[in-house]
Structure formats: structure tokens, C-alpha cells
């Protein structure tokens, strides 16, 4: 898995918890005893388990958009969880090396991102994610997986069209990515399904798939991304395993900016790359 949430990130890129955390997980059990309900009593009702809750309150789980949401009515909170989860720290289940980049990405106007290993964090379903996981050793713990997935998840609200500006996507991926059925077909299938849904509806989201045959590449040096920020400076980023580099040096953000330019011709139009996603659909 990329974007610092994947399986073998090294000691120093462990998920960490955060005061954010700790300071929701309190007002969560603070909500929740004000309601006199125990552990038991509300995981059903915000359909999560026990130990999922026990997490988030002991501030060592992210919580997902939907168990805020849940929690918010069941617990009749008053808006109280909804603004506290605007001010969470994303670092649980990010790589420290990650987190940097993570942060402009929040806030960018403009991302572009080259992959030749697996689909981008962004666009990636939960089970493609757990999938991907699961394939490359060691493996995590329930909770740490949990955390990661929790963290990949909650950065997809970067892609709605009702953030103020939406961020415009750029999104360059290896046709034999998406044939490699990482996870099955029926995950395949789910993949495929989500990608096409969310390029019909977002605008602001464009999708290339680079074809299996392409004798000359401008990616061949690896994964890339680009950000622009708020004030149009721009930044790129670079990661392998175990490790990530985010690049400030003009000079080098432009040659990477040379290079994206140049995929960007080499791979199909965003028109042809969604023929040929609905082709690969149809054969599952």
C-alpha cells in the first residue's frame, strides 16, 4: 500500500496517536456516559465493535466519517463530535515520513500523481486497501491494520467538489495495475466500480491509464506526485519502501513537472482511459 499507510513501514514510520486524538476519544465517552450507555450498549448502535470503540476513545484509532456521523445522533451530541473530527490530526496510520506531504495534500489546489505499482490511496476501496496489505510482509495487527485503513479512508474527502476550491486531480496509472485483480475479482470488480462512479462524478477528478504497450516512457524512474499549493508554489514528492522524499527544489519539481507533462501525452486520453476501464468491467 502507498501514500505512508503501507504494509512494512519501518519502526520510525509506525502509526503514532496524537493530543486530537486523545482530546475526541474524551468527548466521545464523554457523550456517550452522558447518554448512560456502556461500551457494549453503543457499539450496535453505531455498528462498530467493542474494541473499535474502546480505541477511538482511548485516542489510538482514527475515527471513520461514518462512526462520527453515528455517533453524533446517537449520542445527540449537538455538532459537538462533527467539529471536534474537523480539527483530528491525520498522523494515526500515516508514516511519519508521510505526514508532511500529507499535509500539503490537505490543503492543495492542484495534485498530480504518476503509479506504476498499485492504485493511489486516493482511489483505492477499502478492500483493495486491506487487500494490498495483506499481500506484502509483515503483516499488521488487527488494530494497526484498522488505523491504516481508518487513515486512507478519511483522506478521501479531499476529492468531494464541495471543498472551497475543489482541488483539481490529475491521476496517471499503469494499465497492468488495474489487471493484476490485486485482491481477487470480486475486490477487481469493486475497484473498477468505484472508479467509474468517481469519475463520472467529479468533475475535478481525471483519470489516465497508461497502456500495457508504450515503447517510450517518461515514468521510468518510478512513482511521482506533484502539489500546488494555496499561494501556487509547487512541491513534489517521491517514496519507495520503507521511505519518502518530499522534493522543494525548484529545479528538481520542475523536472518532474517536465516528466509528468510528458506521460500525460504518452497515456491515453481520460476519454479512451474510461472506454477502456468500462472494457475491463465487462470481462468480470
Known amino acids: 500500500m502507498t501514500d505512508g499507510t503501507g504494509a512494512g513501514v519501518a519502526a520510525g514510520g509506525e502509526p503514532e496517536t496524537s493530543d486530537s486524538l ?3 476519544g474524551e468527548v466521545v465517552k464523554a457523550f456517550r456516559k452522558r447518554a448512560r450507555l456502556t461500551q457494549e450498549e453503543f457499539a450496535p448502535r453505531v455498528r462498530y465493535s467493542v474494541p473499535t470503540i474502546a480505541s477511538i476513545e482511548q485516542g489510538r484509532r482514527f475515527p471513520p466519517p461514518d462512526f462520527v456521523e453515528r455517533a453524533e445522533e446517537v449520542l445527540d451530541a449537538f455538532g459537538a463530535l462533527r467539529g471536534a473530527a474537523r480539527h483530528l490530526s491525520r498522523q494515526p496510520g500515516l508514516a511519519s515520513w508521510f505526514r508532511q506531504w500529507a499535509k500539503l495534500e490537505a490543503e492543495a489546489v492542484s495534485l498530480n500523481t504518476y503509479e506504476c505499482r498499485v492504485v493511489p490511496g486516493l482511489l483505492q476501496t477499502e478492500g483493495y486497501a486491506r487487500a494490498v496489505t495483506f499481500s506484502v510482509p509483515p503483516l499488521p495487527d488487527a488494530e494497526t491494520m484498522d488505523q491504516r485503513i481508518a487513515a486512507r479512508l478519511a483522506r478521501h474527502d479531499l476529492l ?4 472551497k ?9 499503469e494499465q497492468a495495475v488495474l489487471e493484476r485483480h490485486t485482491g481477487g475479482d470480486a475486490v477487481t470488480r469493486e475497484l473498477y466500480d468505484h ?3 468517481l469519475i463520472e462524478r467529479n468533475w475535478n477528478v481525471e483519470l489516465q491509464l497508461m497502456p500495457l ?3 517510450v516512457h517518461a515514468g521510468l524512474d518510478g512513482p ?6 494555496p499561494d501556487n508554489r509547487w512541491f513534489g514528492y517521491s517514496e519507495g519502501q520503507e521511505n519518502g522524499r518530499l ?3 525548484p529545479k528538481e519539481v520542475s523536472r518532474l513537472h517536465q516528466r509528468y507533462a510528458k506521460m500525460r501525452s504518452q497515456a491515453l486520453t481520460p476519454e479512451d482511459s474510461l472506454g477502456l476501464l468500462k472494457r475491463l468491467r465487462g470481462t468480470l
Open 195 to 197: 472508479l467509474l462512479d
Open 165 to 173: 476550491p475543489p482541488t483539481s486531480f490529475s491521476f496517471i496509472v
Open 224 to 229: 511521482l506526485r506533484l502539489a500546488e499549493t
Open 160 to 163: 468531494s467538489t464541495s471543498r
Open 247 to 249: 522534493i522543494s527544489d
Open 22 to 24: 486523545r482530546a475526541f
Open 213 to 215: 504497450r508504450q515503447p
